[in-house]
């Protein structure tokens, strides 16, 4: 060997990570990583471009971007040689897929998740057990296996996995939130085993799922509440329960599991502290006084605030049985007070990024919804039209 190539050699072993650049059709550049490992190449496209620069601010930007695109790299480069040469720990890449799964499935089973959540994860595990085998490691967890899974769920059936035989034409297709749930759950999964170190690159970067469907958010009125707080419901403490979400925010789910020791006075008000039970976060809710009304008479720590609330399908039943006396026709779930609470507060002139902190919402977006749903500027837009009978 030459001494040219036992350098080229010895650089390429030292930097398995390539920062590239792509040129696009607008003139910009493409950032994207040149990946050589195991005797494979991997690209990895960054989503980075430097822009054709012509003032000093877009210099600025453009040195910021490869700034931030050499400290990928340089990341990459450490978790491979992590992997190869065991300067912390060996990476798991031969770890069965489905068997690290299935244990997650198991960690979610019982009072850990909510019942649904549970399912939607033993679905997918019923999916995936299709699309691929036993044999599956998390070595051929590759974006093109990501993909394909993607593939699969757009072509798959309802409850394939229960039928007999290979034959999905008579059966009906997942529907489109069937899928955001599942995709979910794989994503779930494979960033779990990046955390755990089970794989030294995630093959999910630069891949996105599905986009879920707009579905139509039932909420009351501010005066629709002040009806169902004059009228009688059978079971009262679904009257309390339903109207302090209406008034909160809260989820059935923490209104079902709050106890007394979670309410506590923090000056003039009170105060719920309590962790989601959906999204495990903290969180810290001021009340007004007359959603501490229906609290009702405080008790010991550890009992609940709405002893005997229980929802379930007799509970929805009456839930509708006690709207419909208010003289409400709409198809109200007890998510509805969530829904309520949120609109009525941005009706109220409430800013957005509040509502979403009282809602416990990780993202601003989620709460943006609520906003479209109200959307005052297009009200305010079509009342600009004239009167034509003049």
Known sequence: MTVAKQKASSKAKKAPVTLREKTL????????????????????????????????????????TLATAQAIKAKRQIEIQNGEYGFTSQFKIDTPFLEYYKKMCEDRHGNKESRGNWGN????????????????????????WVEGFKDYLDNAAKDAYKRRNNSLAEAKPLSQNSKVSYFNKLRACINQAFEDRIIPINPLRGIEGFKPDETERVYLTLDEVKKLAKTECKYPVLKRAFLFSCLTGLRKSDIEKLVW????????????????????????????????????????????????????????????????????????????????FAVVMLDLGADIYTVSKLLGHKELSTTQIYAKVLDKKKQEAVNLIPDINI
């Open 121 to 144: 994860w033993f679905s997918c595990l019923k999916h995936l057990e299709r699309y691929c085998t036993e044999k599956t490691t998390f070595k051929d967890i590759t974006p093109d």
């Open 261 to 340: 020791g979670e309410v506590q006075k923090f000056g003039e008000f009170t105060r719920i502290v309590f962790k989601q039970k959906k999204t495990g976060g903290q969180e810290y809710l001021d009340i007004n006084k007359q959603a501490e009304e229906y609290l009702g008479k405080q008790s010991k720590a550890d009992e609940r605030v709405f002893a005997g609330f229980s929802y379930n399908s007799q509970t929805l039943l009456e839930l509708k049985r006690w709207c419909m006396l208010a003289g409400i026709t709409k198809d109200v779930t007890f998510h509805s007070g969530r829904h309520t």
């Open 25 to 64: 059709a607008n003139g910009n550049k493409s950032l994207y990583l040149d990946i050589y490992r195991d005797g494979k190449r991997e690209y990895e496209f960054l989503k980075l471009y430097l822009i054709n620069a012509r003032t000093p601010l877009e210099r600025e930007q453009n040195r910021q």
